[in-house]
């Protein structure tokens, strides 16, 4: 079984659920930690993502705690490798990749930086946004274990250059690793060749 699959228990079927935990979008829609690990659960999701530009590191600490106690689904943390201790893995964007080489880490190259890391961390799982064809055959060649790909639909949370669309099932079938779809997709949406729908805000509508 590859990582992801032990962490999950079992092969993921495909268009499986990953919801997104924005802990901003909450606040704006008035929910609670409480209301989202409900609909988690009720939904059937696989992975779950946290993703925190508002509040403190102790606070993001505590609301992981919480999630792990009462999920058992692994719990992916947005961009901070700080908090891979409390979490099963971390989720990386293009510009976070360039930071941890550049700055965190100090290695001249993009695949050093994951084998430093696996190497620090190897049990966790590591996931890395792509948007083209080249940044998938780049993370082909990355110790990771599945990418994000998008956008696949305009969203209202979130400006995007270009939308994927219809190309999305087309450039999914060129990674080797399980692709997380992302990007207003919806929960029952079918997309040939990937794994994961990556849901957020579409999780209470």
């Known amino acids: 079984m590859t990582r992801l699959e032990e962490a999950l228990g079992s092969k993921p079927e495909a268009n499986s659920l990953y919801a997104l935990c924005d802990y901003g979008t909450l606040l704006k829609k008035d929910i609670y930690l409480i209301d989202f690990v409900r609909t988690v659960k009720n939904l059937g999701v696989k992975i779950v993502q946290y993703r925190d530009k508002i509040n403190s590191l102790e606070s993001q600490i505590e609301n992981l705690k919480y999630l792990k106690k009462y999920l058992d689904v ?7 490798i700080e908090l891979l201790d409390y979490a099963n ?3 990386l964007g293009q510009e976070d990749l360039m930071q ?30 792509t948007h083209n064809e080249k940044e998938i055959l780049q993370a082909n060649t990355y110790d990771i274990d599945m990418i ?20 999305l099932p087309y450039l999914a079938k060129i990674s080797k690793h399980p692709v997380c779809a992302i990007g207003g997709v919806q929960i029952d949406d079918k997309i040939t060749n990937v794994t994961f729908n990556v849901v957020g805000s579409g999780l209470y509508n």
Do not use: C, Q, W
């Open 89 to 91: 893995g971390v989720h």
């Open 100 to 129: 941890m080489k550049n700055e965190k880490l100090k290695v001249k190259n993009e695949e050093l930086a994951f084998k430093l890391l696996r190497k620090k961390y190897p049990n966790k799982l590591f996931g890395l946004s």
């Open 148 to 167: 994000g790909l998008g956008a696949y639909k305009a969203t209202n949370t979130k400006d995007v250059d270009s939308l994927l669309g219809d190309k």
């Open 74 to 80: 692994p719990i992916i943390v947005n961009d901070k």
